[in-house]
């Protein structure tokens, strides 16, 4: 016989999964959940009674008529249940997103400001500012906060809630997590760190130029170029979760000094600032990053040669890396993310020339070169969904007197 603890425990799995299958699969009777999922009926019925209690499942009427018991009633996620949020540091702004089970986007909030000049506790005081407008504008929807991912752009220790190293922010070894927690003050409110390249890999796999994808890659253009690897169907982080750190390849070892302190990495020749100052435009300090993408997409689209050229080379750097990357993990697809989403047209051609020119597998099929639908917006997005799945997995949680202040 089964001891209590471990019955909780199959409980609070059975939970998930019934959560996790109406999420994934839609709208459907409790007889279908139990023929699908293999769980027995009136286990079932008990789970989903649970999970309305807690708030995240609903239960409406039809016209469709179930298999057996309780016809024309079908379960459904609550979109007005409960929502994760996202925040995103970035070199040149800060971001927040806010979105419900049923991945509608609740709430969205941008401060534009050069961090680089910030003193590090002044950001994270105007990054817990735009984490209480969002749960202000939660709780005003009657929508149930359930956490917080943080997007960092550099090395992150998740477990520990601390950024390691983020060269240009010129920032190391900062508590991020703890920091944040403090200035926030929303006890109970699960603050995680993680990786902006990888949250933003997690979005497109989910809702993004990634679905239904098992194997590709992100790359998430800023100042830096990160990125995030697929590999079946799953984030590959790598031994210490520093994989990805895509935009320190070498592709020029004569190059410029890199922000990280090496030379000719593939962001010094393809990162926002190397592609703006070899168009001939100012930097980053006279203007936000969407408003300088927007005008050398508009220079690129009259055909001006400095930014075409500038694009065209860009797209050249982009490429070395990407064989480097196509030979070693055969992707189904590149996804170009942030600013080299709206700049894809005038970067993948020169890209995908060098793909051909030095991915062994080429001439019998090599990775589809795609612009995320996300662009900017995937990090932050990614980081709420996984503040989402953190219940998913457990929604147990939601009941526990732990979260409940
Ligand atoms: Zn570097």
Redesign the pocket.
């Known amino acids: 016989m089964e001891a209590p603890a471990n019955q909780r425990a199959v409980r609070r799995h059975n939970l998930g999964v019934v959560l996790r299958h109406v999420v994934e699969q839609g709208p459907r009777s409790r007889a279908t959940i139990a023929q699908e999922t293999g769980l027995n009926k009136s286990t079932v019925s008990s789970l989903v009674t649970e999970l309305i209690e807690i708030g995240v499942l609903v239960e409406r009427g039809t016209h469709r008529t179930g298999l057996v018991g309780r016809p024309g009633l079908v379960v459904d996620v609550a979109g007005s249940g409960a929502a994760g949020i996202g925040l995103e540091v970035n070199v040149d702004s800060l971001t927040v997103c806010a979105t419900d089970l049923a991945r509608n986007e609740r709430h969205r909030g941008l401060d534009v400001a050069d961090n680089r000049d910030r003193d590090p506790g002044e950001v994270m005081g105007r990054l817990a500012a735009l984490a209480r407008e969002a749960l202000d504008a939660l709780r005003a929807q009657g929508v149930a906060p359930l956490g917080i991912t943080v997007a960092l752009p550099g090395l992150v220790d998740t477990a520990a809630g601390v950024l390691l190293l983020a ?1 240009n922010l010129r920032w190391e070894d900062l508590p991020v997590a703890r920091m944040l927690m403090q200035r926030i003050d929303a006890p109970g409110l699960d603050v995680v760190i993680d990786n902006e390249a990888n949250l933003a890999a997690l979005a497109e796999l989910h809702e993004g130029a990634g679905r239904g994808l098992q194997h590709f890659v992100h790359v998430s253009g800023e100042v830096g170029i990160g990125a995030g690897v697929v590999l079946d169907g799953r984030l590959f982080r790598g031994a210490h979760g520093f994989g990805g750190e895509f ?2 390849l070498t592709v020029d070892p004569g190059g410029t000094r ?3 302190g ?1 030379h000719g ?1 593939l ?2 020749c393809a990162g926002l600032e190397a592609v703006l100052a070899a168009a001939g435009e100012s930097g980053l300090s006279d203007a936000s990053a969407a408003d300088a993408v927007a005008k050398l997409a508009g220079r690129a689209q009259e055909g001006d040669p400095a930014t075409v050229g500038a694009l065209g080379d860009a797209g050249h750097w982009l490429g070395i890396g990407l064989a480097c990357v196509a030979n070693l993990l055969d992707p189904e697809a590149i996804v170009l993310g942030g600013f080299l989403a709206s700049l894809a047209p005038h970067l993948a051609p020169a890209a995908e020339a060098e793909l051909d020119a030095r991915m062994l597998g080429s001439g019998h099929g090599r990775p589809d070169v795609l612009a995320s639908p996300l662009g900017s917006a995937a990090a932050s997005r990614g980081g709420a969904a996984l503040a989402l799945h953190r219940v998913l997995e457990n929604p147990g949680v939601l009941g526990a007197p732990e979260v409940v202040t």
């Open positions: 060269p935009g320190h890199c922000a990280c090496s990495c962001e010094t």
